[in-house]
């Protein structure tokens, strides 16, 4: 069974930064396009950013300019790199990815269980 589980949130203060992690187990052969997105309660869950395998990528206004997003592909980890951080961007923050398994042809969509990101003073 694939699991995503991401990792690196927490508090901090407006202007800061945090890096958020999304690992992937059981084995994958291959990860194909991956989200991050992000929910307020009472609100629709968001895209903040989209990035496809072939390296394309897509980010929300909210966040242009202060978040980027970057792999280590062998350790099937994908990583939320968020500067310059603002109180809107208090979140749970959700990781997303369609996967490839070993034996398998085609992929499966599959989120992990959100790590909560707080910006305060």
């Known amino acids: 069974q694939v699991q995503l589980v991401e990792s690196g949130g927490g508090l901090v203060q407006p202007g800061g930064s945090l890096r958020l992690s999304c690992q992937a187990s059981?084995?994958?052969?291959?990860?194909?396009?991956v989200g991050w997105y992000r929910q307020v309660p009472g609100q629709q869950r968001e895209l903040v950013v989209h990035?496809?395998?072939?390296?394309?990528?897509t980010f929300a206004e909210s966040v242009k300019g202060r978040f980027t997003i970057s792999r280590d592909i062998a350790k099937n980890t994908v990583f939320l790199h968020m500067n310059s951080l603002k109180p809107e961007d208090t979140a749970v923050y959700y990781c997303?990815?369609?996967?490839?398994?070993?034996?398998?042809?085609?992929?499966?969509?599959?989120w992990g269980q959100g790590t909560q990101v707080t910006v305060s003073s």
């Open positions: 059981g084995h994958i052969f291959r990860i194909n396009d």
């Open positions: 997303n990815a369609d996967v490839i398994v070993y034996g398998k042809l085609w992929s499966s969509n599959h």
């Open positions: 990035n496809t395998r072939g390296g394309s990528t």
